[in-house]
């Protein structure tokens, strides 16, 4: 009898678990109102006297050592679970982690920031709600001067004038308002101007502007920087300038690059020349330079302005301007890769 309670002390030690239900069950076999302890317990009074004492010992070692058995294989249990209520499955393969996407608007933006960076521009920022210094005056267009009807214009208040910026040329002149030169500025954001609303046109839309204001700037310093770009931007590096008008810059042009004509894309995209117009750019008017406080004698400078919806309706062949703001998730995600 002795001998059998052993081998039950044995495999009581042995024993493990993997859940709540296999303790249950074990914890009836021994410690259960019909387990084997009581069936121990009661043979009791049937062992020889000589025999009680080391009988009495193992089946109290057998009873403390199920009941040990079975808190230890409990508190394994509650706290592997406690775990998993925490991380999970932690042998689960990782979910990928889902790629957002860019505004198409921010991607070429982004692009060009980075392309001026490279040599030296600084990035500069202005209010959209402008007054009519910042948006005309300083830029050489005084009262009643014709170019204003250029830009068809927002206006908030009228007299003084307060207005929605037209271009972020006012951030130009802000800057060299509160700044020395040397100066060189990209002045990147959005704009506004009372257009009818189609799929070439928008009553807004987003603008960089560059400003280089120092000693000596000369019109091959402009084609240079401007080449730059194109070569950095589109892999282009055939620019035309073919000169133009604005207010603030004199003499001025506009900048076509040379897109090629190799595939039907670009065909459509140059209406069958080859060439692309991509952006204005001229001297900065030496009024301007005044107005802002810097001396003609001294500094010359020059200015160039792009609009970034248009430049992104190119590079990715979107057929109307108005999907940039709708928000729709179909045409927003397909932007994931880009940067
Ligand atoms: N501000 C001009 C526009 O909005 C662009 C431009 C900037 C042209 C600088 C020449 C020089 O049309």
């Given at each position: ?129 402008e007054d009519d210094w910042h948006n005309f005056t300083a830029l050489n267009l005084p009262e009643y001067h014709p170019a204003r009807d250029m830009q068809d214009t927002?206006f908030?208040?009228k007299?003084p004038d307060?207005l929605?910026r037209t271009h972020?040329s006012t951030?130009?002149v ?19 101007r ?50 133009s008008y604005f207010p603030f810059t004199e003499?001025s ?29 001229g001297?900065v008017d030496p009024n301007v330079?005044r107005n ?48």
């Amino acid at each position: 009898m002795i001998e059998t309670i052993k081998k039950h002390i044995a495999e009581v030690e042995a024993f493990t678990a993997s859940n709540k239900d296999e303790i249950e069950t074990f914890r009836i076999k021994y410690l259960g109102k019909k387990g084997l302890l009581n069936d121990f317990f009661a043979e009791f009074k049937n062992v020889p006297n000589e025999q009680k004492k080391e009988f009495g010992k193992v089946v109290n070692t057998l009873k403390d050592t199920a009941q040990d058995k079975i808190n230890t294989l409990k508190e394994v249990l509650e706290s592997s679970e406690e775990i998993k209520g925490v991380y999970g499955d932690i042998s689960r393969p990782g979910e990928p982690i889902e790629l957002g996407a860019r505004h198409p608007i921010s991607i070429v933006k982004n692009k060009i920031i980075d392309i001026f960076s490279r040599i030296g521009f600084n990035i500069s920022e202005g209010p959209e709600i402008e007054d009519d210094w910042h948006n005309f005056t300083a830029l050489n267009l005084p009262e009643y001067h014709p170019a204003r009807d250029m830009q068809d214009t927002f206006f908030i208040e009228k007299n003084p004038d307060v207005l929605l910026r037209t271009h972020t040329s006012t951030v130009q002149v802000r800057y060299m308002e509160e700044n020395k030169p040397p100066i060189r500025t990209i002045s990147p954001g959005r704009v506004y101007r009372n257009e009818a609303i189609s799929a070439r046109s928008h009553c807004f839309f987003h603008q960089v502007e560059g400003l280089y204001v120092d000693k000596g700037v000369s019109f091959a310093d402009l084609k240079q920087t401007l080449q730059y770009f194109t070569t950095e931007m589109f892999g282009k590096s055939k620019i035309r300038l073919r000169p133009s008008y604005f207010p603030f810059t004199e003499p001025s042009a506009e900048v076509d690059v040379y897109w090629g004509l190799e595939t039907e894309t670009d065909y459509k995209m140059t209406k069958g020349t080859g060439w692309l117009e991509i952006m204005g750019c001229g001297m900065v008017d030496p009024n301007v330079l005044r107005n802002c406080n810097i001396d003609p004698e001294v500094y010359s400078g020059f200015a160039f302005g792009m609009g970034i919806d248009r430049i992104a309706l190119l590079l990715h062949q979107i057929p109307d301007i108005r999907m940039f703001s709708e928000n729709d998730l179909r045409f927003l995600e397909q932007f994931k890769s880009a940067y």
